[in-house]
C-alpha cells in the first residue's frame, strides 16, 4: 500500500469511493480515499474501527487489483479512454480510464454515481496527472506524493460527487 501523507476529505461523500492510479507496468502510484468519515488511506483510527477500516482498505485494493485484469481485455475491445464500468464485486462497483501511455485509473464506490459524472472527473484527474508527469523528476515507477496534486484530486472528487 501507498504511503499517505494526505489529510481525511470532509465528510461530503457518503459511502465508499477510492481512487488508484496503476502504471502500465502494475505498479500504484497514487491511492486516494473518499470516504467520508476517518482518515485518509494510510492513516489509522485507534480502536476496533480503525481495525475494520484497514480490512475495508485492504478489500477495496484487492477488488481494485483483481479488476486489473478486465481493465487489460477492455483495453483492446474499445478505442475510448473511459472504459466504464468494468468489474462489479458484491454491491462495489470499479469504474476504469486508461491514458494513451497505458496508465490505469480506477474508482471503486458503492453508491449510485451518474456515469457522466465518473468520465468527468477521470479527465479531470488526466489533466491534473498530465501535468505531474510531465515533471523531468518524475518517473513512472515511483509514486505521486505530491500535496498539491492530492488537495487537487480531492476537489475534484467534491465536485463531481457531492
Known amino acids: 500500500r501507498l504511503p499517505s501523507p494526505h489529510k481525511a476529505l470532509p465528510a461530503a461523500m457518503v459511502g465508499v469511493a477510492t481512487f488508484m492510479i496503476v502504471s502500465k507496468d502494475d505498479i500504484p502510484q497514487y491511492e486516494c480515499d473518499f470516504s467520508g468519515g476517518g482518515g485518509g488511506v494510510g492513516t489509522r483510527n485507534g ?10 482498505a485492504h478489500l477495496h485494493q484487492f477488488v481494485m487489483h483483481a479488476s486489473l485484469d478486465f481493465v487489460d481485455a477492455r483495453v483492446w475491445e474499445t478505442t475510448n479512454m473511459h472504459l466504464r464500468l468494468v468489474d ?12 494513451a501511455g497505458g496508465t490505469r485509473f480506477l474508482l471503486l464506490h458503492d453508491q449510485r454515481i451518474e456515469e457522466s459524472n465518473i468520465g468527468v472527473f477521470f479527465h479531470d484527474v488526466h489533466e491534473l496527472w498530465l501535468r505531474v508527469s510531465m515533471n523531468p523528476f ?13 488537495l487537487r484530486v480531492r476537489e475534484c472528487a467534491k465536485r463531481h460527487f457531492p
Not at 88 to 99: C, E, G, H
Not at 138 to 150: E, S, V
Open 47 to 56: 480502536g476496533s474501527s480503525g481495525a475494520k477500516k484497514d480490512d475495508a
Open 88 to 99: 462489479k464485486f458484491n454491491d462495489l462497483s470499479v469504474y476504469a480510464f486508461v491514458t
Open 138 to 150: 518524475h518517473t513512472k515507477r515511483t509514486p505521486i506524493l505530491d500535496k498539491t496534486f492530492d
